[in-house]
C-alpha cells in the first residue's frame, strides 16, 4: 500500500533548525516529483517547494529560496526538508506529498499532487 510517513518535526525556538523526513514505503520515491505542503494554523495549506526526479527544485514561496532546503536521497527512499533560522510563522503542519495517476513522464513538479501524508507538526516558539 502507498504510503508516505513524514517524520522530524517538533518544539524549536526562533532562529533554530530541525529537518523533516519523507520517507515512502512500498514504491520507489525517486519515480516521483515530490512536494512539501504547509499548514499553518487558521491559514490555506501551501505547497511551499517542490524537487522533482532529478533533483531540479521548485519554490513557491520567497521564504523557501533564503531559509528551506529541499534534497533527496534515493538509496534511503527519502526526501528532506531543512528548515533553518525559523519564526514563529513558520509554525504548521508539513506534509510531503506525490501525484500517482499520471504516467512517470508526468510525475513533474508542475503537476498539483494528489496524495499527501499526514504531516509532522513544527512549533517554533520561545
Known amino acids: 500500500q502507498l504510503q508516505l510517513v513524514e517524520s522530524g518535526g517538533g518544539l524549536v525556538q526562533p532562529g533554530g533548525s530541525l529537518r523533516l523526513s519523507c520517507a515512502a514505503s512500498?514504491?520507489?520515491?525517486?519515480?516521483?516529483?515530490v512536494g512539501w505542503l504547509r499548514q499553518a494554523p487558521g491559514k490555506e495549506s501551501e505547497e511551499i517547494v517542490c524537487i522533482n526526479k532529478e533533483g531540479g527544485v521548485t519554490s513557491y514561496v520567497d521564504f523557501v529560496k533564503d531559509r528551506f532546503t529541499i534534497s533527496r536521497d534515493s538509496a534511503k527512499n527519502t526526501v528532506y526538508l531543512q528548515l533553518n533560522n525559523l519564526k514563529p510563522e513558520d509554525t504548521g503542519v508539513y506534509s510531503c506529498?506525490?501525484?500517482?495517476?499520471?504516467?512517470?513522464?508526468?510525475?513533474?513538479?508542475?503537476?498539483?499532487?494528489?496524495?499527501w501524508g499526514k504531516g509532522t507538526p513544527v512549533t517554533v516558539s520561545s
Open positions: 512500498a514504491f520507489l520515491l525517486a519515480d516521483y516529483a
Open positions: 506529498g506525490i501525484r500517482t495517476d499520471v504516467p512517470p513522464v508526468l510525475r513533474t513538479c508542475a503537476i498539483a499532487k494528489n496524495y
